[in-house]
């Protein structure tokens, strides 16, 4: 009877192992649940937008706007602008500025094409700005360069006299080695007076 009872207590505990098993491995993973979201959609870029335009300014347009979208946008060209310096068919980009240049100016750095390297494809229609007689408008041109910058750089060429070298440009307020090195290859001195 001994052995009986034995028996029956351990077919009791095997049946309880089995049953606690087979609910372990049935049960639902306690685990986190799994957040879809929605794919994001594209935001606005900035764009400024000066020059040869009816109404320059910001203007924010969708991801993947072309330059004609932003000149669309400025109300159009004016009569003197000069469309054929300028690819209307390129991607904007946020933050970017393009200057629509007048009938007969010279491009500088009026609008950069970002799909194409400055260093190859845009070198013959690149022209170097001369911090010695650059405009207002021709120094606004250059990259991280607004209208306040651009007065400073005015300001310190009446001040102090002529740039010897375009690293002295380090020495006008607010520009820095950062500036500096996005600009750079765009800008020139001419020492002849």
């Known amino acids: 009877m001994g052995k009986t009872i034995y028996s029956i207590v351990f077919g009791i505990l095997i049946g309880l192992l089995a049953a606690g098993l087979i609910l372990l491995i049935s049960a639902p993973s306690q685990s986190a649940p799994i957040l879809i ?4 959609t ?3 870029i900035a764009i400024h937008i000066t020059g040869q335009v009816q109404q320059p300014g910001l203007y924010r347009l969708p991801a993947g706007s072309r330059v004609e979208d932003a000149l669309l946008a400025a109300g159009g060209l004016t009569r003197q602008a000069d469309v054929d310096q300028i690819n209307l068919a390129a991607r904007l980009s946020d933050g970017q500025k393009l200057v629509v240049p007048e009938k007969g100016a010279i491009l500088s750095l ?6 194409q390297s400055t260093a190859n494809s ?6 170097l700005i001369d911090l010695n007689s650059a405009t ?3 120094l606004e041109s250059l ?4 209208q306040a910058k651009a007065s400073e750089i005015i300001a310190y060429r009446q001040k102090i006299g002529r740039f010897v070298t375009i690293e002295e440009i380090l020495n006008v ?3 820095g080695s950062a500036l500096f090195e996005k ?11």
């Open 183 to 193: 600009i750079k290859d765009y800008i020139t001195v001419n020492n002849s007076p």
């Open 173 to 175: 307020p607010g520009i």
């Open 110 to 115: 009026n609008y950069i094409d970002p799909t």
């Open 143 to 146: 990259p991280g360069i607004g």
């Open 42 to 44: 594209p935001s606005a």
């Open 122 to 127: 845009n070198e013959d229609n690149l022209r």
């Open 37 to 40: 979201l929605p794919t994001p």
């Open 136 to 138: 207002q408008q021709e």
